[in-house]
């Protein structure tokens, strides 16, 4: 099935190429909804200028090659070479009614391709904080959009579960437990955030700890058993934590995901041994580097990735380019997704460089850094506590939740009693905090704004599971659906509607293809609106007859299918009722 802007660009493809000759074959038509029709297309503006012709001259000629024979009924030329065009209700009805049928409510499967995506990568023996949030959430939503469009995604949860921390970690484990670390696995992962805390007051406070703490790092790396032992059982209780953490943030990732820094450590040496075969490790000032093309530091210079440090130590450089070796050589990957934040911009840029130069990344896979800016307070710095400590991620559940619950308790609805309201809340709460994330474009900072991001008018989460639960609650009313109803389209807020439901196939491509997660969210916020002004508008229960009743309730049905679906594209659940 082809979606609506699949099927307009199509017939304008055929026009152009019969208007203009096969050499303009691709041309974009550049379709967009317009206040003045249902679509313009401004390809004649563009045409113009590329054949050194009136735009509206190009219209004409366009125009009259474009066969959209049953599926306009207007097609107007404005203003300086614009081509409005106004569909028919029976096309749309039609249309509309097949997409009804349709399992995947429009959205055609892409030729599938494997794809890893790197995301949320915690610290083993830290709590998850706000910082966490914008890449988890992120890396979610992509996944599952992936995987709806028919693509193979492998998740990749890069835990930070190695090196000089760990010394540390396991030396001050040493020190406070007599039996030599088997307390450790009682300690829950808020002891284990103050066990971190306290490890990294007395590293860089005692020296003597300090250099023990560097010889244990030699221990773990060199595979001793008691110290693997001891580091097995922080990385074993922070996995731990972390499933509890998505699970409740209905994040779809799982112990099976993990692929952290530690999986890694076999394949530095031979990573850098192949970049040495390939003569593009070069010695700067005892360190392994590669000097990829085009990165210069402020005074000019060569720019170098280092790999092997002076000490013999790898750093990130050498995990990171280990972990791209492995996704295309290994996984099989033909795009791999990295989403991280915009200050690890450069760094990742060098290291596709690296990875491509040699041959890692080849023409046939391509490295994408999905960035994503920051989460400020109300005062636009970064979000911290009141007390000015960083927001600890099971807490800001724990209050999304409350605040949800004291919203639905003020409103008292009776048709729900405890245990609803509570699991309402719960997905009004997580789903707010969400929404609030992804419906902004990822590249910029966003001010967290609880009264915001809670309300139940304007582009919010509650604002679209209400639209959803209002839905459902008719079809409950009504008893469902009626059997082979068919879709009739006539009033303005019909149309409307019909109009925004047969662009849920588009939207979801273009998420896939742009990583722009708030794509979607303005899309069924648009869809809310309409379907808002729909059921104001159009009475459904109490319809003039039997034929629009059927007709709006199936109007209802598919509404209801796509804006749950959309919202579990994000990860939010839709509730029922509300």
């Known amino acids: 099935m082809s979606t609506l802007l699949d099927t307009l660009t199509s017939r304008f493809d055929k026009a152009i190429v019969a208007a203009f000759g096969e050499e303009h074959a691709g041309t974009p038509p550049v379709l967009r909804r317009s206040n003045r029709a249902d679509f313009q297309a401004d390809v004649a503006l ?53 997409a009804a049928a349709d399992a995947r409510l429009g959205v055609p499967a892409e030729t599938p391709e494997t794809v890893v995506i790197d995301y949320s990568s915690p610290n083993v023996a830290k709590e998850m904080h706000v910082g966490h949030v914008r890449s988890t959430l992120i890396g979610d939503s992509l996944a599952r959009v992936l995987e709806h469009l028919g693509h193979r995604v492998i998740r990749q949860n890069h835990l930070g579960d190695w090196g000089t921390p760990f010394g540390m970690l396991i030396e001050h484990l040493l020190d406070t437990s007599a039996t030599s670390g088997s307390e450790a696995a009682s300690l829950s992962i808020r002891d284990l955030d103050t066990f971190y805390r306290e490890a990294r007051a007395k590293f860089d406070g005692d020296a003597a700890f300090a250099d023990r703490s560097r010889k244990r790092v030699v221990l773990l790396q060199s595979g001793d058993a008691k110290t693997l032992e001891l580091w097995r059982q922080l990385v074993d209780l922070s996995t731990s934590y972390f499933g509890q953490i998505y699970e409740r943030l209905g994040v779809k990732l799982t112990s099976a995901d993990i692929c952290s820094e530690s999986f890694y450590n076999p394949k530095l040496g031979p990573v850098t041994d192949a970049l040495r075969d390939k003569g593009l490790l070069q010695e700067s000032d005892g360190a392994d580097c590669v000097f990829p093309p085009g990165f210069t530091s402020k005074e000019g210079n060569p720019l170098p990735l280092i790999v092997r440090k002076k000490d013999g130590g790898y750093g990130y450089a050498a995990t990171d380019l280990a972990a791209v070796r492995h996704r295309t050589e290994t996984l099989g990957a033909s795009r791999v997704l990295y989403v991280v934040g915009a200050p690890q911009q450069q ?96 590249v910029k900072d966003y001010v967290f704004d609880w009264n915001r991001m809670l309300a139940f008018d304007g582009n ?27 879709i009739a389209v006539h009033a303005p807020e019909e149309r409307a509607l019909a109009l925004a439901l047969l662009g849920f196939g588009d939207v979801v491509a273009s998420v896939a293809d742009s990583l722009q997660p708030h794509r979607l969210c303005t899309y069924l916020f648009d869809l809310a609106t309409v379907t808002t002004a729909f059921l104001e508008n159009c009475p459904v229960l109490k319809a003039e007859d039997d034929a629009t009743r059927a007709s709006r309730l199936a109007l209802c049905e598919v509404s209801s299918k796509v804006l749950a679906r959309g919202l579990d594209l994000l990860g939010i659940e839709a509730p029922e009722v509300m």
Do not use: C
């Open 460 to 486: 919010t989460a509650p604002y679209l599971q209400f639209a959803h639960a209002r839905t459902r609650s008719i079809l409950r009313k009504a008893g469902g659906t009626v059997a082979g109803a068919t």
């Open 347 to 442: 760094h990742l840029t060098m290291v596709f460089a690296v990875a491509a130069m040699a041959g890692w990344l080849p023409s046939s896979a391509r490295a994408t850094h999905v960035a994503f800016g920051s989460i400020l307070g109300p005062d636009k710095k970064m979000f911290k506590t009141r007390e000015g400590g960083t927001v600890k991620l099971a807490d800001l559940l724990d209050e999304a939740i409350t605040r949800a619950l004291a919203i639905i308790e003020e409103k008292n609805p009776a048709h729900l009693d405890e245990t609803a309201r509570r699991d309402v809340a719960r997905m009004i709460g997580i789903g707010a905090l969400k929404y609030v994330d992804l419906s902004s474009d990822r």
């Open 46 to 98: 563009g045409l113009g200028r590329k054949l050194g012709r009136p735009p509206r001259e190009i219209a004409e000629a366009l125009v009259a090659k474009l066969d959209l024979a049953g599926l306009a009924d207007k097609i107007e030329i404005a203003g300086p070479g614009f081509v409005n065009l106004t569909l028919t209700d029976a096309w749309l009805s039609r249309e509309l009614d097949s």
